[in-house]
């Protein structure tokens, strides 16, 4: 916890303008509840408040039986000024830290200090029936430090896996609630992305009374993009009406993973999306640009995943799969794979496995429409056999005709559909 304006790192009109917009929205308001909202110590609120008093802008209403028990509010001066100072940012909240601060944050806990065993694939991926071979280069790939692309086709169970890695992360990263650029506010924390744990005083020694309050102690991130992502995504979003900036994505997900989920489906083109990321794949930093037109240079420390329906000598060049280290193919289950998997779904919802009707399954139903054995197959049959049996109010039971149904509906077949088709009067999707 800073004890002067100088040791925040930030500039005191910063500290001022915050505290003077707080004042403007609440009014009267103590010197603790000030503390609290912008996570500054009583020690900085003073040294600026102590300004404030002298200059007119702020005058002191009460005062307790202790230091701390202080009471302030705006001066008519002061209102003015908070005024302008809103109408050029609207940002009222913790008190942001540096750049510079954040980046030997970042430096402290880089991903690249990741070290994976065994053991920890087999722990993390219990619960999944993933293929020894698979596991064992994801493994590798992971203490590489280098991006993941993980390809095969849709339904295998790439983005399932992808969301998995979090559990290799180890250890709390502190992310702040904002930083400061050229006197300029970026959000960072996001409740979406970032999950604080609450961590007791007493574990490790932590005394929360020495504890800089502008940063909390999370999981490492784990950011999921899709087909929504674009390249203005990728860049510092200024809201002029509130005149403060949004990280964007992969700035959130520094010292985490970052999932490009469904590459190819983005409304920008693979080639231009991995243009952008040659330099911060390389270097380990990026380069983001203040509306101002003030460039700096942002840390870039994250597992960068990418999961594809597409072969990956079709998504970029030569020269840009070199960086990527590790393309794995996710594909269709082996038979036991797939009885494992429907195991584990038909325990999870509470249907008897039944292995008469799964061999019916696969003899007949995949072997026959050349269906291959998919990861996610066995949870949304299983599903709607479960969906069938509420609307009957009957039993959730795996049988041969149970599937059949589900069969039907799940991939758009009936029996006269083969009929149809003879004739040339199969569903066409309507022209636009």
Known sequence: MPKSVQSTGIDRLLILELIAKCMFISGKINLSSLSSRLKLSINVLNEVLGFMVAEKMAEVVRR???????EYQLSTAGKQRAAEFMTSCRYVG???????AYRRMVE?????GTHVVQQDMASAFSDLNLNSTIRDQIGAAMNSGRPLFLYGPPGSGKTYIAEK???LMQG?????YAITVENEIIQVFDPLVHHPVNIEPSHDSIDRQAYDGRWLLCERPVVLTGGELTLEMLELRYDYHTGFYQAPPHFKANNGIFIVDDLGRQQVKPKDLMNRWIVP??????????HTGYKFVAPFDLSVIFSTNIHPAELADEAFMRRLGYKIHIGPLSEEEYRNVFRQHSYALGINYDEAAFRYLV???HAKNSRPLLACYPRDLLNQITDYARFYSEPRVMCPQALKRVWHTYFAQND???KLKDKGMEWQPAEN
């Open 64 to 70: 307790g039986a202790s230091d701390v028990d202080v």
């Open 94 to 100: 913790p008190a942001p830290v540096t750049l510079e």
């Open 108 to 112: 402290k806990h880089s991903v690249r």
């Open 165 to 167: 890695l979090g559990r």
């Open 172 to 176: 709390l990263v502190p992310v702040p």
């Open 281 to 290: 794949l390389d270097r380990g930093c990026d380069y983001l640009t203040l």
């Open 363 to 365: 003899d007949d139903l």
């Open 416 to 418: 006269n559909l083969a």
